[in-house]
Nanobody, 121 residues
Framework: VQLQASGGGSVQAGESLTLSCTAS????????MGWFRKVPAKAREFVAA????????FVADSVKGRFTISRDNVKDAVYLHMNNLKPEDTAIYYC???????????????WGQGTLVTVSS
């Protein structure tokens, strides 16, 4: 499956952004979907994941209460809703697809190209 992430941009601290990830071949519903982020010199960090049936989602402690993940299997899309953004949220955000539930990078089989989010203070 090919994944395309979009929606990144430059915002001020406290503002919101929603990232979108669309999948090719009407296949997203087959996969657990997740979001990760990466800053230079650091490993890619898990942000959030959602099950195939939208009935369960998990977000990292670092973003809990500010970020939520959702999906629309009709549109083959997954979203990361980011509120009250902070400068430390600045990163390249990647969407990913997994055959099984995973909250670590190596659990994911397919990756999008990333979208840059910059948060200034």
């Amino acid at each position: 499956v090919q994944l395309q992430a979009s929606g990144g941009g430059s915002v001020q601290a406290g503002e919101s952004l929603t990232l979108s990830c669309t999948a090719s071949s009407r296949s997203a519903s087959r996969y657990v979907m997740g979001w990760f982020r990466k800053v230079p010199a650091k490993a890619r960090e898990f942000v959030a994941a959602i099950t195939r049936g939208e009935n369960s989602a998990f977000v990292a402690d670092s973003v809990k209460g500010r970020f939520t993940i959702s999906r629309d299997n009709v549109k083959d899309a997954v979203y990361l809703h980011m509120n009250n953004l902070k400068p430390e949220d600045t990163a390249i955000y990647y969407c990913a697809a997994a055959h099984g539930w995973a909250v670590i990078e190596r659990g994911y089989d397919y990756w999008g190209q990333g979208t840059l989010v910059t948060v200034s203070s």
